[in-house]
């Protein structure tokens, strides 16, 4: 039995890739498998939530319960949320958001020639900035993916977008983040953190959750 420490709560949680179309038929992309995301839905139904889950395009299946989302671009994926923030009090960006998106989608696929080719790249929105920038703010909780100085780089993030709670992984380590199954964060919040130890995502999704749930008491 788990006791339902999230129930009544609402959870709006962004996971998986986003796709930024070049023409019809392709893409620029990232390895994001969406598995911590998926992880965070499902456990947050089991403690009790109501999940929203706005998910890029990836191969895992709806947790049950979980009313899903499903969007292509970072465009796609920043109205989709903003459609959706007011109803939550707790938000994840636990996507890969692509940063930069080609100028303009051909709507016809590109001919290859014998000349070089360059891509022109914009800007995509900042999602979880977006959020906390929301007059009707949720507690906001962003990821941190670093291969290096992970605490200075999390903790820039953490006040630059003015975000309850950051969670950081070093992806430079084999056997957490991008692809795998298990995973090690530390949680960073304005006067504390926290280190969840290396574990399957699962478990890693029911501590973070807990910890989110326990600085929305206090808040
Ligand atoms: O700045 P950086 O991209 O490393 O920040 C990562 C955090 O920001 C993640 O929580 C990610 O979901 C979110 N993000 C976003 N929209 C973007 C880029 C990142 O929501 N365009």
């Keep these: 039995f788990v ?21 019809p038929v392709r893409y620029l992309t990232n390895k994001s498998s969406g598995k911590m995301g998926y992880a965070l839905a499902e456990q947050a139904v089991a403690l009790g939530a109501n999940v929203t889950l706005v998910s890029g395009p990836v191969s895992l299946a709806a947790p049950a319960g979980v009313k899903r989302i499903s969007v292509e671009s970072a465009a796609d994926m920043h109205q989709a949320v903003m459609a959706e923030v007011e109803a939550h009090q707790v938000f994840i960006g636990c996507a890969a958001v692509a940063d930069y998106r080609p100028v303009s989608a051909a709507e016809q696929k590109i001919k290859k020639s014998n000349a070089e080719m360059s891509l022109e790249l914009v800007r995509n929105p900042d999602i979880l900035a977006d959020v906390a920038k929301h007059a009707k703010r949720p507690f906001t909780v962003g990821f941190a993916a670093e291969t290096n100085d ?20 070093d992806v430079s380590k084999a056997g957490q983040g991008f692809n795998a199954d298990t995973n090690a964060l530390t949680v ?13 995502k699962r478990q890693i999704a029911r501590q973070l959750l807990q910890l989110i749930q326990s600085h929305l008491q206090s808040k």
């Design 3 to 23: 006791e339902p420490v999230l129930n009544g709560v609402s959870l709006l949680i962004t996971a998986g890739p986003t796709q930024e179309a070049l023409d």
């Design 150 to 169: 992970v605490e200075t780089y999390a903790r820039g993030k953490l006040e630059r977008k003015n975000l309850d709670m950051i969670a950081a992984n």
């Design 188 to 200: 960073y919040w304005k006067d504390g953190e926290r280190a969840l130890a290396h574990g399957h």
